[in-house]
């Protein structure tokens, strides 16, 4: 079932959804036998909602396969992530509120520290700070030839490059050799209309190693490494595949990136704290059909390895879900873009709980809401490409086929 | 996500992953709501197996679809059954160490005995013993044109029978009637390509119908059936496409040959019994980073209808499983390549029960290896070709898909 199939059965409705996304949601018990960090948190209000809801596990792109933030975000909005790429450049592009071109290539860049023989001894240079960072980056912006070279920093060492010109192509291997140690990679091109972009990037690379060799009074960093070149993905737009108006509510800025690529509204976040988020929605409610809510901490303590603090941040989510609940929403999703075991220490395969809250909802009757609760519910473990259409459903937004 | 997809994310490990298959596992009560054979066996150790395994059902092709062996295993090794194709005559042929040419053709044979009217009346003749059977063999093993017709007994009434030479092609159909009391049908070219090959054929089967009436002191068998035509499958090799050093321990000719086909390395067995299996097994732990073993005997009860012998079977694989497990297996798969309830006497379209063990799994908790725990588990009910890309991710040999 295609985006196209769907989007002709979309009819308009009064109706409101809401999308919470607890990154990297799933996890795993510290011991065989124990609990999950969803499963060990006190959540009464999630579980009062999955008791309203049907339960399920969401696969963000295959079976067995770990997904990064672009794939498993793709998937939850409904886009097939496999037919459907964004790649690392153009997300950290758009997060850091670039007006992209449809021509440009964008790359992820990082402030790095080379030894006298060229190899990389720090790929993020000691995570130098952000306001040094930028000041680098505006050093770094140029133009070479008919192209120009706009560097934003993201935060700390993280920078996007936008490459905007005539004649690029964004078929490039990436420098950035992965781990310190080795020198960085040369840059290459894939195909034939990539190769005026490779000569390009070489000569910005070296005049950023100059730029940066000779920078006073104290040095921050010696050299960048580049990554993930992409060009402006073609995806459909979210608010026309599925007739909503959808607003995007994320500090982060790679999970902005993302909603501004499908089409989404980016509403602005007063302070970085969840409760602000819940605050955006509150202020917003009127404004749109949909809502995509982030929540990026549970990923971060998975990927710190500390089950406890995503206990706490999954805790911290569940108080706040009564101001959602306040406003009545038609249809609400709680799930993740993936999973992020702190047993692991980073993203996994497994599956992802999922449940789909609504008056017309057939409820599974399930009062938890876990990876093992979920694993019993109605929904079965399915792409999560498929949430989408099960919420228009229940939203009432979806025509019947009548083939 | 087709093939291609998995192996750009194949990564190294030293991880090692032991696929238990037990042919035609799943079952059928005796009774409406009784117990099905795997229900029935007393498995200690696979029920504390399926304690710290995700469980779920695999459909090996599709659903309400029953599968031959070939179709079965290639599920179950990863690959789509329906893209993916073995006949049945390169099956028996690579099953008794035939050293196939790519544009070989090849075919599954039976003696048979035909009365004077040319009926079959019995379709093995009398399941003729395998050392007469190789006598016959060597005596229809002949070339006709520029073509040899190379004939090898592969059990009993049992022949692959395998065509060598230009202009050959597959498209036809079989003169086996599949069952006594009709006529051998006539062989019949699907396509232009095939013609020569179908008048061979023919000659082929004349031949061999004058030669086996000749025979003596004692006829044997007086005629034989042939299906099963088939070329060389073209099948990506599993070691290149998962990234695995795998080895196969089959007794049976059939499965040797679909994991020789498929690229495994077929280890020698001594002695034709499951415990037998395991000392190869046990022999050859650290030359591999994939096992695949083979128990034949729960389909052969299965088709006999012998509910209380593949309860048996069964019960003696659980016996054995402790010797797997001290080697320390990373992963463990324990499945079947389709079902053969003793009901129905052969081979149905139920989903198999599946486990899937290791340390990263997400443990469903149910302490029972069973059809309706396995319906209860987490994988759900998922298309066999799903089981490697999840055994990978638990042995850590997949990549993160970034988009």
């Given at each position: ?16 959804i ?14 065989p ?28 792109v ?14 939850i ?8 790429r ?21 790359a ?27 000041e ?9 030839e ?6 934003e ?37 894939l ?10 990037v070489?000569q ?8 940066l ?25 979210f ?13 982060n ?46 990923d ?63 409820a ?40």
């Open positions: 079932m295609d985006l196209k199939f769907l989007q002709e059965l979309i009819m308009p409705a009064q109706t409101k809401a999308m919470i996304i607890m990154d990297g949601l799933g996890g795993l018990p510290l011991e036998g124990g609990k999950t960090e969803l499963e060990t948190a006190r959540t009464p209000n999630l579980d009062a909602l999955a008791a309203q809801s049907a339960l399920g596990l969401t696969v963000p295959g079976p067995g396969i770990t997904v990064e933030s672009g794939p498993g975000h793709l998937g909005f409904g886009y097939d992530p496999i037919q459907f964004i790649g690392r450049g153009m997300l950290e592009a758009v997060g850091v509120d670039f007006a992209l071109e449809p021509n440009d290539v964008a992820r860049g990082n402030y790095c520290l080379v030894d006298a023989a060229g190899v990389v001894t720090d790929r993020r240079a000691g995570r130098i700070p952000t306001d040094v960072s930028k680098l980056s505006k050093l770094l912006t140029t133009q070479i008919d192209v120009e070279f706009l560097v920093t993201v935060k700390e060492h993280r920078m996007a490059i936008v490459m905007r010109g005539p004649g690029l192509g964004s078929a490039l291997t990436g420098s950035d050799p992965q781990k310190n140690g080795l020198p960085p990679l040369p840059v290459r091109a195909n034939p209309d990539s190769e005026k972009t490779v000569r390009l070489n910005f690379v070296d005049r950023a190693r100059k730029l060799a000779a920078y006073t009074p104290k040095q921050p960093a010696n050299m960048i490494l580049v990554r993930g070149f992409d060009s402006y993905p073609d995806l459909p737009a608010s026309q595949v599925f007739g909503l108006r959808a607003a995007a509510i994320a500090v800025p790679t999970y902005r990136g993302i909603a501004k690529l499908v089409g989404m509204q980016v509403l602005p976040v007063e302070g970085g704290m969840v409760t602000d988020e819940f605050t955006t929605l509150e202020k917003n409610w009127n404004e749109f059909d949909f809502f995509y809510l982030h929540v990026k901490n549970t971060i303590a998975g990927e710190d390895g500390d089950f406890a603090r995503k206990v706490s941040v999954i805790e911290e989510v569940d108080g706040l879900m009564p101001r959602l609940m306040a406003l009545q929403p038609d249809v609400v999703i709680v799930s993740g873009d993936h999973s992020t075991p702190a047993v692991l220490k980073g993203h996994s395969w497994h599956p992802v709980p999922t449940l789909v809250y609504g008056k017309y909802v057939r599974d009757g399930i009062a938890e809401f876990g990876e093992r609760a979920c694993a019993r519910g109605s929904l079965g473990v399915l792409p999560a490409k498929h949430i989408m259409p099960i919420a228009l459903a229940n939203a009432q937004r979806l025509a019947k086929f009548s083939g």
